[in-house]
């Protein structure tokens, strides 16, 4: 039977290249060929394998259905077409079928799920389409499902949880949606797991490490993950391969107990600092966090890392130097710590990595001059534009030379020696006597009854600020703080109205806050701080001291009426007034820059301490302004992460709920601690929760609350006004008209952003907390990503399409969102000489099109020497497919397009 059956698959078999078949006849028995390693069949044993690699062109003659007792069939690397005989299905006694790096097209026969023997499947890099039969689910004794590289589509069958001898599962660079059925994580058998490229969504659940502990490669790039990198991770110590990349993954980088050898974290939304245990990685050859919203210093364990070959870090938020210890890793062949707040000089020892082929530094803050040697003398390899204070280098890097002068040393006359010493004396002792005279002066200030503090100059008396008040009438009583009480005010007949704050001196530091807000406010200026036109420090008519505060009035109260609206009794019958998503991000905004400003743009870095919804005043135009100054701190010479001195000895109390738990154990005052105010603020303003509610007791605070409902369960946090908010119709921008009651995705989507920064700024330890630099870039990019103002056309994707070697031509086609062709160009003809150089031009035609259209996404597949060739950027390694996407990108950017991805094209099955 069986012999037959073969004898008719070659007769079907139009093209054998290599002979192989020729032998098969009836006198001479195929299974003494050189075809494939089988068992004799002269005294009636079965032939059970066929090996037909490397040979065909056609379509698989459906005979093959009748070989009932084949075991394995292996026919990949072939050019086979058409469909999958579903009658394949009849070889009940197939183990292991292999027909991946075919032009096979059509669907999956779920017919193949009924062969109970079935190990081995394996259909990748072919053209396959249609949804995973679920039928597979049955096969008992599958190990490895593998279908890579085609285009399926809908859902992983929820089947599939019931291979329990899996260990191998490919479905990556296809178009599966949904989320993974939760049963395939029990499955403990699995140690290859590739989903990557896909649109799967959902989250990792908490303890895929101890589900899956037998996990080598576990690859979930480029999908739609949400949630944090759980801990139990750490667990799965044989993970060699973690590739997270390309989802919206949030929370820290956590630390793991292991080494991979690869590990990608890039294009996701992490915070933090990096763990210490990075150093920890004795074997990790490929790190790659670029993307993210990582902060703080290069760690210097890193450098411990000494098997690194490829190091991203770009476009995070990382400062500080480039740790010496990085001068360990001698094996780098690529490094990347472009678009970053770096400072100081290029270490010179990057000169002597030798293996060193792409360095991109670009976009940073360093200075000093530029090494010649090495990698700096390609240009092409190195890319260092955007530092303005470097200098030197290479001519072709156009900088500025270096000013100073190498060994030549002018020598001083004794005349010249004599004049500069006398010079030096005079300008200490004016100095000496300026620093006298400004101390006196200051002294003498100090004891005027008035002072002005603004360009508003008032002299004001307590009989003035009386009348202006009606005799501090309770009708024009604005608000109460910790010192004192706040009132309207009408000066000048009307022409200026005012806020007084009248400070009540029978609290016994009430007297060193009015002097710390007058020093505090002295001499600041800023859009987003209350302004003081003046003080008056007086006596009442009975004789007691008086201190008062003349400030700006701000027409809307301040942010904590808003959040928390208590009708008066003429407001009943009226609309509670409301903030809106976009007026708390814009306030939350406008309080940030205060503090950015009282921190690092001061002459002397001021610390607020007292930072809380009722301290931020809201104008008429509904700007944000920090106000109450009562607390503030100076930081003397100080830097940002140092101990500070104080200017006066009034405890560090702040506001429960509100103070960081530092300032509890008796730690000195620091920015930090503003930050985590801030975080708490901005946690109250879109939660509409107070960090003092009941709800909050024992070890549950309004940080844990709402981390531990990040992302999935925003909706159950977040303030009910935020979701079903409608826009008015003077509204810039008005996105939100029909949206539901949940909310648009986008918003929520905006929501999350917000919440995952304020949980960063009010973490645990000082250190860890985010900066306000970093704060405020994110802000700014999340207003704009809610208004859609980084959208100014519709998003369209250029793809170089490239045939295979016979062809005659190669094209580039435009496609928008849907994926309908909008337009279209072609290489044919005199032009194409070889398949790699009509490669070259089609992908340069793509690249100029797309930037000559200002497209705003350009998706290359293709050979990556023949890339690299078409934007005349020479890649010396071919096997470094990550370098490719940074040397597109940087080509794109002096062409001012909006981004660029890599489509991967390498086979894994």
Same mark, same amino acid.
């Given at each position: =039977? ?23 006849? %009836? ?7 050189? /075809?494939?390693? #089988? ?19 056609? *379509? ?14 292996? +026919? ?21 079928? @292999? ?58 069958? %929820? ?44 989250? +990792? ?12 490669? &576990?690859?979930?790039?480029?999908? @739609? ?124 020892? +990057? ?7 792409? &360095? ?33 280098? =290479? ?32 300008? $200490?002792?004016?100095? #000496? ?52 009480? /706040? ?7 009307? @022409? ?43 006596? %009442? ?9 003349? =400030?700006?009035? =701000? ?61 931020? &005043? ?8 920090? $106000?109450?100054?009562?607390?503030? @701190? ?16 009034? $405890? /560090? ?20 601690? %503003? ?12 939660? $509409? ?68 920064? *304020? ?88 690249? *100029? ?61």
């Amino acid at each position: =039977m069986d012999r037959l059956a073969l004898l008719e698959f070659k007769a079907k078999i139009i093209n054998d290249p290599f002979q192989v078949m020729s032998s098969w006849n %009836d006198s001479f028995h195929f299974c003494h060929g050189k /075809v494939s390693p #089988v068992v004799d069949d002269i005294r009636g044993s079965p032939c059970w394998t066929y090996n037909l690699q490397n040979c065909f062109h056609d *379509e698989i003659p459906l005979e093959i259905g009748r070989l009932r007792r084949l075991q394995f069939l292996l +026919l990949s690397n072939n050019t086979f077409s058409g469909k999958i005989p579903s009658n394949i299905s009849n070889c009940s006694s197939l183990e292991e079928l @292999r027909v991946r790096n075919n032009l096979l097209t059509g669907e999956i026969p779920a017919m193949l799920g009924t062969m109970s023997k079935l190990r081995v499947f394996s259909m990748s890099a072919n053209n396959l389409i249609g949804r995973i039969p679920p039928s597979f689910g049955n096969l008992s004794f599958l190990e490895l499902f593998g279908s890579t590289y085609n285009n399926l589509h809908g859902i992983i069958p %929820d089947s599939f949880g019931q291979l329990t001898k899996l260990e191998q599962l490919g479905l990556g660079v296809n178009k599966l949606s949904g989320k993974i059925p939760h049963s395939i994580f029990n499955i403990s058998s699995i140690n290859f797991f590739d989903i990557g490229d896909n649109q799967i969504q959902g989250h +990792l659940p908490s303890d895929i490490g101890i589900t899956l502990p037998n996990i080598k490669l &576990l690859h979930i790039g480029n999908n @739609r993950f949400t949630g944090s990198i759980p801990f139990s991770i750490s667990n799965a110590s044989n993970l060699d391969t973690l590739e997270l990349d390309g989802n919206k993954l949030r929370g820290k980088v956590i630390g793991l107990s292991f080494s991979p050898i690869r590990l990608d974290l890039s294009a996701n939304q992490f915070t933090g600092v990096l763990p210490m245990e990075l150093g920890n990685f004795k074997i990790l050859e490929y790190l790659d966090i670029s993307e993210n919203m990582l902060f703080g210093k290069i760690q210097e364990s890193l450098g411990s890392c000494v098997k690194l070959e490829f190091l991203a870090m770009r476009r995070n938020h990382f400062q500080g130097i480039i740790p010496p210890s990085l001068a360990s890793l001698r094996g780098l062949r690529s490094l990347d710590l472009s678009n970053n707040n770096l400072s100081g000089e290029i270490p010179k020892i +990057l000169e002597n990595f030798v293996f060193l082929q792409i &360095l991109n530094l670009s976009y940073n803050h360093f200075e000093g001059e530029v090494p010649i040697d090495g990698v700096f003398k390609n240009m092409s390899a190195t890319s260092i534009r955007g530092n303005d204070k470097l200098c030197g280098g =290479m001519p072709k890097f156009q900088f500025p030379k270096c000013k100073y002068e190498k060994s030549k040393k002018r020598k001083l006359t004794l005349t010249l020696k004599l004049m500069i010493s006398i010079f030096s004396g005079l300008i $200490g002792v004016s100095l #000496v006597l300026s620093l006298l005279l400004l101390f006196c002066l200051r002294k003498k200030r100090k004891e005027n009854i008035s002072s002005d503090l603004g360009n508003f100059v008032l002299n004001l008396s307590y009989q003035s600020l009386l009348k202006a008040t009606n005799g501090f009438s309770s009708t024009n009583l604005i608000g109460v703080g910790s010192f004192g009480s /706040v009132y309207k005010g009408i000066l000048d007949e009307g @022409r200026h109205t005012v806020a007084i704050k009248v400070f009540n001196l029978l609290h016994h530091e009430a007297s060193k806050s009015f002097k710390i807000e007058c020093e505090a406010l002295r001499n600041i200026r800023h859009r987003n701080l209350v302004k003081v036109l003046t003080s008056c420090s007086s006596i %009442d008519y009975q004789g007691h001291d008086f201190k008062a505060l003349v =400030m700006e009035i =701000m027409g809307n109260g301040n942010l904590d009426e808003w959040l928390h609206p208590t009708p008066r009794i003429n407001e009943t019958l009226e609309e509670p007034r409301n903030l809106s998503l976009l007026q708390r991000l814009n306030i939350a905004i406008d309080v940030a820059n205060a503090l950015d400003y009282l921190h690092h743009h001061c002459q002397t870095p001021i610390v607020h301490c007292d930072l809380k919804p009722s301290n931020v &005043l809201i104008d008429d135009e509904m700007i944000g302004h920090v $106000g109450d100054f009562g607390l503030a @701190r100076f930081l003397f010479n100080a830097i940002q992460d140092s101990s500070i001195n104080q200017s006066s000895s009034i $405890g /560090v109390r702040g506001t429960i709920g509100y103070t960081p738990p530092e300032y509890g154990m008796g730690n000195e005052v620091s920015i930090y601690g %503003d930050i985590y105010s801030y975080g708490i603020l901005l946690l109250e303003m879109f939660t $509409g929760k107070k960090p003092t509610d009941n709800i909050f007791q024992d070890s549950l605070n309004l940080h844990e609350f709402v981390k531990a409902a990040l992302p999935e369960r925003v909706i159950d946090i977040i303030d009910p006004i935020l979701l079903w908010e409608r826009e008015g119709e003077n509204r810039v921008n008005d996105i939100t008209c029909n949206e539901s009651q949940n909310g648009s995705p986008k918003r929520l989507e905006c929501l999350i952003f917000i919440l995952e920064i *304020e949980v960063a700024c009010s973490v645990e330890f000082p250190r860890e907390r985010m900066n306000m630099g970093a704060v405020i870039i994110e802000l700014h990019s999340i207003r704009k990503k809610f208004l859609g103002t980084n959208i100014h056309r519709q998003r369209f994707q250029a793809t170089a399409v490239f045939s295979d070697l016979k062809c005659s031509g190669f094209g580039a086609i435009i496609r928008n969102a849907a994926g309908e062709v909008m337009a279209g160009m072609s290489v044919k003809g005199p032009y194409v000489n070889d398949s790699e150089e009509a490669e070259v031009l089609a992908c340069r035609k793509a690249i *100029e099109f797309t930037v000559e259209a200002s497209f705003s996404e350009l998706v290359i597949e293709g050979d990556s020497a023949n890339v690299m060739r078409a934007i005349s950027i020479p890649l010396a390694n071919k096997s470094l497919l990550g370098h490719i996407y940074e040397d597109i990108c940087s080509y794109l950017d002096r062409l001012h397009s909006a981004s660029i991805s890599w489509v991967r094209r390498e086979k894994i099955w």
